[in-house]
């Protein structure tokens, strides 16, 4: 039987997109049911003191987001990981800038409507987009960021690494994340960063 896996992601950063590719490397080892959901990294900092340059990195993030959640509204929770891995496409690996530009380009890559791109603007997304993030972040608590993950009634924030492992490695790391994040009393295991995120 199959082991659900559902992870939460914004298509702006760029640590959850290699989480992403991680665990569809997992998933192709590992008998998992992985299923993509939208949380919004301007949801999670509204009201905290930030850095001019990521004020303004913010500022766009809300337009990918939004046609993530219009895109899933129209044709359900499947459509979330192919444009979600679009978008991911062009603005990490590609290094594309213009959100707008990735919006169009992504929707056409996985043929869906063109008209979806006009969500980016339209904040009647945000009740369902804000519900989304909730469903992901109430159970891990709002002092970490993305990429979370659910895995029946285990949540955690995580893991953030790179390159992101391949094939059976993508396995072995996701047997030992579990080992983990199930231990009982068990919240954290950190080190600091010396790499830049790699797409490869």
Not at 174 to 193: C, H, L, N, Q, W
Request: charged residues 25%.
């Amino acid at each position: 039987m199959s082991q659900q896996v559902d992870l939460w992601v914004d298509p702006a950063c760029p640590w959850a997109w290699i989480t992403s590719r991680w665990l569809l490397e997992a998933a192709a080892v590992r008998d998992l049911d992985l299923r993509f959901h939208v949380m919004s990294l301007a949801v999670l900092n509204e009201n905290r003191e930030l850095t001019p340059e990521y004020t303004e990195f913010l500022t766009t993030a809300y337009r990918p987001v939004r046609v993530l959640i219009a895109a899933e509204e129209r044709h359900g929770n499947s459509v979330v990981e192919p444009l979600y891995s679009a978008m991911g496409t062009r603005r990490h690996v590609r290094q594309e800038k213009d959100w707008d530009d990735i919006i169009a380009k992504s929707l056409a890559d996985v043929g869906l409507e063109v008209e979806l791109a006009a969500a980016a603007d339209d904040t009647s997304f945000d009740a369902r987009l804000r519900t989304s993030h909730a469903e992901g972040m109430d159970p891990v608590g709002y002092d970490v960021g993305t990429p979370v993950i659910h895995v029946n009634d285990i949540a955690f924030f995580g893991p953030v690494v790179t390159p992101a492992p391949k094939s059976e490695a993508a396995g072995r790391l996701f047997d030992g994340v579990m080992m983990v994040a199930s231990t009982p009393g068990f919240y954290e295991i950190k080190r600091s960063r010396v790499a830049e995120p790699s797409f490869e």
